[in-house]
Structure formats: C-alpha cells, structure tokens
C-alpha cells in the first residue's frame, strides 16, 4: 500500500511565524504535491514537485515557498503566517507516468493561524 | 476560472438506491478525470478513474460515465451504502511530460440515508 504521512494532523500557529509542514512518501514517487482544501473551494495546488530539487507553481503559490532535498520528502513552508492560510494541507504523490498517474494523500494537517 | 465544476453542494440518497454525482469540465485538454472519495479529518481517497479514450469505466459498485462532447462525467454508485457517506471530488489532467496537475471540483457531499 502507498504511504503517504504528514508530520502533523493539527497546528496551531501565530501571525507572522514561520510554519513548516512535512510530508514523507515510502512509494519511490517522484511526483510529489502540496494542496490547501477549503470550504466550497475543494482542493487547490500550491506546488508541486516532479524530482529532487525541482519544483513549480501551483494555482495559489502566494505566501508558500517549498523544499524537497531528498525523493521522499517534501516540505511546504509558509515564510510568514497569517490567517488567509488558516486551512486544511493535504500532501500527495504519484508516479511520473505521462498523464496517467494517480495521486495518492496523506490524512492533512489542520492549520489555525491566530 | 472554476475549469472543473461540481454544481451540486449535496446530495442525500436513501440506502440501496443509486447515487449520481455528476462533473462538467471546460477544459478540452483534459483527457483523464478521477474520482475521490474523502471523509471528514482524512486526505482523499482514490476512488476510480476514466481515459478520455472510454466512456465507461466499472469497479465494483462505481462506475464512471464519460460524456466528451457535452464535456461531463458523472460516478454511479449501486447500491448506496451508509459507508459511502462521505465528499466525492471530481478531479481531470491534461497529459504533459511532467507531473500530472489535477484539477479538482468543489466537490458534493453524499448522505446515505437508512
């Protein structure tokens, strides 16, 4: 079974800090991607990444920046919370299979930002 | 541009009927659309899938319809079950040489009743 864990299930944060929310995949993916889910606006890409230090704009990069040193890890960083990011993360990943591939998820880290 | 809608906020189902959730797409390099399955505090769930090249896929008690001239698909579920109770996104790609960016739907929450 694919794996897909995120470091935290909740956090609670203050405005202006700096939030780091990890992602570790077990599939050997070399697809890996960052989502914020919503309220009556499903699931919207921040970043994605397609290989080790390689990474692209999503649909909503503002106020995220990303890091992936190594293949099974993925990190989203928010340099300077504030509360617009208050929402649910979701992290996946998937096999570079030229359109046919399935993303898989984590179970999301909740994130209050005060 | 909302390029993947899910019109319906909701549907509630008695137990053992049929659940249609349905899916419009504008984008017309979309070429292969996924169901997801998510319930609440979890990351969602690959449910089933569909080429652009089909126009019916089955797995079970799901299936998926694909209409491409009138740019819609939809996901059969026989018969409902409580378990089932949950959001189903609507997801679609377009094949690239990279990474495959899903594009989802808002989503429709799913009420089986007893």
């Known amino acids: 079974d694919v794996k897909v864990t995120q470091s935290s299930r909740y956090l609670v944060k203050r405005t202006g800090e700096k939030v780091f929310l990890e992602c570790v995949q077990d599939m050997d993916h070399e697809n890996m991607f960052w989502y914020r889910q919503d309220p009556g606006l499903g699931l919207r890409l921040i970043y994605f990444s397609y290989d080790v230090k390689m990474k692209e704009k999503g649909d909503i990069p503002e106020g995220y920046s990303v890091s992936r040193e190594k293949k099974e890890r993925f990190s989203l960083i928010l340099e300077s919370a504030s509360t617009n990011q208050t929402s649910m993360y979701l992290c996946?990943?998937?096999?570079?299979?030229?359109?046919?591939?399935?993303?898989?998820f984590g179970p999301g880290t909740r994130l209050l930002v005060l | 541009d909302q390029q993947v809608k899910q019109n319906s906020p909701s549907l509630s189902v008695q137990e053992g009927r049929i659940s249609i959730l349905n899916c419009d797409y504008t984008?017309?390099?979309?070429?292969?659309f996924l169901w997801y399955k998510k319930y609440p505090a979890e990351g969602p769930t690959f449910l089933i899938s569909?080429?652009?090249?089909?126009d019916k896929n089955e797995d079970g008690r799901f299936t998926v319809f694909l209409n491409k001239s009138a740019k819609h698909l939809s996901l059969h579920i026989v018969p409902s079950q409580p378990g089932d109770s949950a959001v189903y996104f609507c997801?679609?790609?377009?094949?690239?040489?990279?990474?495959?960016?899903?594009?989802f739907g808002t989503g429709t929450r799913l009420q089986v009743t007893l």
């Open positions: 996946a990943s998937s096999f570079l299979a030229g359109g046919r591939e399935t993303q898989y």
């Open positions: 997801a679609a790609s377009a094949s690239t040489g990279t990474a495959s960016k899903l594009t």
């Open positions: 984008n017309s390099m979309f070429d292969y």
């Open positions: 569909i080429s652009s090249i089909k």
